[in-house]
């Protein structure tokens, strides 16, 4: 049964992650987002960690097999998938110059913020020394009781 489940969270992280990466060469972020990313409660709750983990593995392991996964993909995918589950994440997308000896280049990279912590960096590791320019949280929803 655990490995059924496992199965189906890599199969449904592999979907999301095509379609994903399909809908950012036809159509702008936003129609992404209100298509895909489900409002959730404003509050992260820390006893979710791991499912956000087991998502995360998931994710990154599936991104592998998705030619042009980039950063920005594999984040969208993930705050999708973690909204289905009615746990709220942030993307943070950042930019930095390097200059070293060779060449100059200006880098931009997009990771998952959960409860405060970069959940999914992808590839670029040290998130530090990027500066934030925006952050799109998951949409919040009103709980009426």
Known sequence: MRLLRRFGLYALCLGTLVVVRVLLWLTRY????????????????????????????ALSRSAKLVPGASCLTQTIACQAILSWRSIPSTIEIGVRYNEDETEQRFNAHAWLMWNGHAVLEAQEGNIDSFSIINSLPTPTREIVR
């Open 30 to 57: 936003q129609r992404i987002m209100s298509w895909l990313v489900k409002p959730c409660q404003a509050k992260a709750n820390p006893q979710r960690r791991s499912a956000v983990a087991a998502t995360v593995r």
